[in-house]
């Protein structure tokens, strides 16, 4: 008897293991009950994060403890309804499991009291409309944030979060439409900021229209398929951020003062167009950078006063694609493009560069001599055009002089363009100690500038 309840308890702990849950205790009687994934969710959620913790509200900001709980509205409105709140501010946090329509016209305020998540989504066909979401917990560790998305099919646009740590947390939610919010994180260091909108194995989504402000990044991980249209960045550090995640659409997107605009690591098929990319600065400052990416497009892009314009390390990555990088305006950068490997397979065609410090560094020698250079007006170009037919009679070539030496020696980056490496590579180019490297061969180089067409 004795063996058989052993038996009994040690696979009640496996269960509970197993499922991260434990049973309930009397301490939980403040919290909301465990919730099962609702129907139509498809394929069992398989969870790799920390609940989401929900503190009790005696444990919260006092400044919340005397408004009205948002939950008991949500609770009372049966499913499938539209919940219109009165004006006013509510306390948090909420939990949405069944579909609802819950418009806040701009009038409604949930305060979150500075302790874990506001307002956790996880239903299907749910709208969230017109509300201001606030004051989330700061911790790292369980992801706190303004709003958690679970569910697929949702709706969730107009709303203004603020003085959270994280913004809108999308993990395995799909279909969904995430329009027209503006997000803040809190008002700390740029490094202990949580990220304004993240995916996570989140495919098919749109997001639109948004403005991520004062936050980390916008990060897109191990997901596929979505459409990131324009949506404005201002003062992050990685304006997005793309990681395994392939045939994403990123455009007409504006993002400004951010370390990085758009980077893409072990992606494929993720393309950019028509986006405006300005002052990504700092010693790491980059419009678009790929690393170890493949099967992309980089087209009609405005690509302007950045470190760098475009680098590329180990890109294209895989066998027989190409990154394909035509039509932009990449001007008044420190470097405008950067290859740090010999690969092969980038396709310069029809770029406009101008008041670029340097218009291409390379990281390893030859590294442009495998790449395809083509109709790209530059704005050192040494020729005529004698028959006015809009292209240079002699090809543009790049050489490299005395760059040679903080091109190969990074560190030596800052001197890049001192009175004393001037003199230097002046000397170098006037009367050459050993034959230069040609960086790069445009055969039919823009004679003229084409006009702008600005995205």
């Known amino acids: 008897m004795l063996r058989r309840a052993t038996s009994l308890c ?7 293991l197993l499922t991260g849950s434990a049973p309930a205790t009397r301490e939980d009687d403040d919290r909301p009950a465990p919730v099962a994934v609702p129907s139509g969710m498809g394929a069992p959620r398989v969870d790799v994060e920390r609940p989401v913790e929900f503190v009790p509200l005696r444990e919260r900001a006092p400044r919340i403890w005397r408004l009205p709980s948002f939950q008991a509205l949500v609770d009372a409105a049966p ?34 009291g500075d302790r874990g998540t506001v307002f956790v989504l996880q239903t299907d066909h749910a709208v969230l409309r017109g509300l201001h979401l606030q004051g989330s917990g700061s911790s790292h560790d369980s992801d706190d ?19 959270c740590l994280f913004g809108i947390d999308l993990k395995q939610a799909n279909d969904n439409v995430v329009a027209h919010n503006k997000v803040r994180s809190k008002p700390v260091e740029l490094g202990m900021r949580g990220d304004g909108i993240r995916l996570w194995y989140s495919m098919r989504n749109r997001i639109e229209a948004n403005e991520v402000t004062d936050s980390r990044d916008t990060v897109v991980w191990y997901s596929s398929d979505n459409v990131f249209r324009g949506n404005i960045g201002r003062r992050n550090r990685y304006s997005m951020h793309f990681m395994f995640s392939h045939r994403n659409e990123v455009v007409d997107n504006r993002f400004y003062d951010s370390a990085v605009g758009v980077y893409l690591m ?44 475009i680098g590329s390390d180990v890109s294209p990555f895989q066998p027989d694609t190409t990154i394909q990088i035509r039509r932009n305006h990449i001007a008044y950068n420190g470097i405008a493009v950067l290859l740090t490997t010999a690969l092969g397979g980038t396709i310069v065609t029809g770029n406009t560069f101008e008041g670029n410090l340097t218009n291409v560094a390379v990281g390893a020698r030859s590294a442009t001599n495998a790449n395809v250079w083509h109709g790209n007006y530059w704005d050192d170009y040494e020729g005529f055009d004698r028959n006015h037919d809009g ?21 030596a980056r800052f001197f890049a363009t001192s009175p004393a490496l001037e003199l230097l590579d002046f000397l170098e180019r006037l009367a050459p100690f050993t034959s230069p490297d040609r960086l790069v061969r445009d055969d039919a180089p823009r004679f003229t500038r084409p006009k702008a067409a600005r995205p």
């Open 266 to 309: 072990y992606t494929e098929g993720t393309n950019l167009r028509h986006n405006v990319i300005s002052h990504a600065m700092g010693s790491a400052g980059m419009a678009i950078g790929f690393k170890e990416a493949s099967d992309s497009i980089v087209e009609d892009n405005e690509l302007i006063y950045c470190a760098i314009g």
């Open 79 to 112: 499913a499938g309804s539209t919940l219109t709140p009165p004006p006013g501010a509510y306390a948090g946090p909420v939990l949405v499991t069944k579909p609802l329509v819950i418009d806040g016209r701009g009038k409604v305020s949930i305060d979150g």
């Open 145 to 163: 944030a303004c709003l958690n998305v679970r569910g697929s099919h949702d709706v969730i646009e107009g709303l203004t979060l603020d003085n």
């Open 10 to 16: 040690t696979a009640l702990l496996a269960v509970c």
């Open 391 to 411: 292209v240079g009679d002699r090809p543009y070539d790049l050489y490299t002089y005395a760059d040679r030496i903080w091109m190969e020696f990074p560190t």
